[in-house]
């Protein structure tokens, strides 16, 4: 059943857009009428089947997205370089699709400063908070979405202090993988 669950969720993720694993998978087990008492598939398990129905269904035009939104991230992290940008998400694992974002993570004590470079280039955001474990604790960050050339991008802004801890998305979650430009420079270059 929860290879069943997985594979559901990786299929709403491909098709509809879904970018939180587990609405992916509430819907999935409802879906398949399983009740949410059931142990449901983990994040790593989803991302498995999400790859291979992307490799059977969208192969070739999730690798074309994928490099588009590899490209953008590249101008982005160039054009915001001061605030030292590290790509992160499904653009950096490879499982972005046709409705993938560009998610970023930047350090600095200035964050206003952020804010200005985009409103003085005529550039539209809008901000939220999220929660973030940084080095076990749980922190509010401040995460600006931009349309990024027609993809939305979404910078989450850290402390220059944190750019050597460890982040995470729950306090049980794995540690979040992250890139620095040179790096997603070389993904461009690879074709992966």
């Known amino acids: 059943m929860r290879l ?18 587990a609405l992916a998978k509430r819907k999935a087990a409802r879906q ?4 949410a008492t059931q142990a449901l598939p983990g ?11 992307q490799g059977l269904y969208q192969a070739q035009e999730q690798r074309e997205r994928l490099r588009d939104l590899r490209m953008q991230a590249v101008t982005m992290m160039k054009e915001i370089g001061a605030y030292r940008p590290y790509l992160t998400g499904q653009v950096l694992s ?3 699709g046709r409705y993938g974002d560009i998610d970023l993570q ?3 004590d200035d964050a206003k400063s952020l804010e200005l470079l985009f409103l003085n280039s005529g550039i539209g955001y809008s901000v939220t908070e999220q929660r973030r474990w940084i080095g076990g604790e749980a922190r ?11 993809t939305r991008a979404n910078i989450s802004i850290l402390g220059a202090k944190h750019e050597r ?5 729950s306090a049980s ?5 992250r890139a620095a430009l040179p790096a997603v420079e070389l993904l461009v270059a690879s074709g992966e």
Do not use: C, H, P
């Open 32 to 35: 398949l009428g399983v009740g």
């Open 165 to 169: 801890a460890a982040l995470k998305n």
């Open 4 to 21: 069943q669950i997985a594979a559901a969720a990786a299929r709403l993720m491909a098709q509809d857009g879904i970018d939180d694993f």
């Open 140 to 150: 509010s960050i401040t995460v600006l979405s931009v349309d990024w050339m027609g």
């Open 173 to 177: 979650g794995r540690v979040m993988e």
């Open 94 to 96: 490879g499982i972005a």
């Open 43 to 53: 994040n790593d398990e989803i991302e498995e089947q999400l790859r291979a129905y």
């Open 106 to 108: 930047v350090f600095t």
